[in-house]
Antibody, heavy 122, light 109 residues
Framework: EVQLVESGGGVVRPGGSLRLSCAASGFTFDDYGMTWVRQAPGKGLEWVSGINWNGGSTGYGDSVKGRFTISRDNAKNSLYLQMNSLRAEDTALYYC???????????????WGQGALVTVSS | NFMLTQPHSVSESPGKTVTISCTRNGGSIASNYVQWYQQRPGSSPTTVIYEDYQRPSGVPDRFSGSIDTSSNSASLTISGLQTEDEADYYCQSYDTSVVFGGGTRLTVL
């Protein structure tokens, strides 16, 4: 059974940093591109970042470019999102999702985690 | 980059048919596949349509998808509406990045 479990969420002050993790199981992790999608309270889905199967290519949404860094450790079946210079508008539930190809921008996302809540507040 | 625009909300009665549109602004709707996700309150999104019109196993055939190049839009049609279809629906596509539409709240009155 495919499972994606996010962790690392919490409350952080504006300007602070946080690192999210996504532990994957039930599939061959390095066969797939992975992505982070967030959802602010009461708002829609927003693509945050994606990474190809081997980490060789990454992409970012305009609102996080230069502040967030996506990475993966295929040996540990894990996906990460390093979030720096956090702002109040980064407050959201952050989902980890699996793509259906080796590339993060290759189509749909077929499995999603339950999300990690990040709250940026003073 | 491009944007995907959806109506904020739609409503219809049980048993009826509803169509949700997703208009691409920038580039052709046919350039890259469109997916549709359903999200119920408190749950993660699930796919109801992928690659414009394909249905994942387990999704009822009441759900169908299409694209229209003349209006540069994709559509999700749900027929025989049931109360359980009440949810938020998001279209999604991609090119060098990934784009989600703003979402449509479906109310089944």
């Amino acid at each position: 059974e495919v499972q994606l479990v996010e962790s690392g969420g919490g409350v952080v002050r504006p300007g602070g940093s946080l690192r999210l993790s996504c532990a994957a199981s039930g599939f061959t992790f390095d066969d797939y591109g992975m992505t982070w999608v967030r959802q602010a309270p009461g708002k829609g889905l927003e693509w945050v970042s994606g990474i190809n199967w081997n980490g060789g290519s990454t992409g970012y949404g305009d609102s996080v470019k230069g502040r967030f860094t996506i990475s993966r450790d295929n040996a540990k079946n894990s996906l990460y999102l390093q979030m720096n210079s956090l702002r109040a508008e980064d407050t959201a539930l952050y989902y980890c999702a699996r793509g259906v190809t080796a590339y993060y921008n290759g189509g749909r996302f077929d499995y999603w985690g339950q999300g990690a809540l990040v709250t940026v507040s003073s | 980059n491009f944007m995907l625009t959806q109506p904020h909300s739609v409503s219809e009665s049980p048993g009826k048919t509803v169509t949700i549109s997703c208009t691409r602004n920038g580039g052709s709707i046919a350039s890259n596949y469109v997916q549709w996700y359903q999200q119920r309150p408190g749950s993660s999104p699930t796919t109801v349509i992928y690659e414009d019109y394909q249905r994942p196993s387990g999704v009822p055939d009441r759900f169908s998808g299409s694209i229209d190049t003349s209006s540069n839009s994709a559509s999700l049609t749900i027929s025989g509406l049931q109360t359980e279809d009440e949810a938020d629906y998001y279209c999604q596509s991609y090119d060098t990045s990934v784009v989600f539409g703003g979402g449509t709240r479906l109310t089944v009155l």
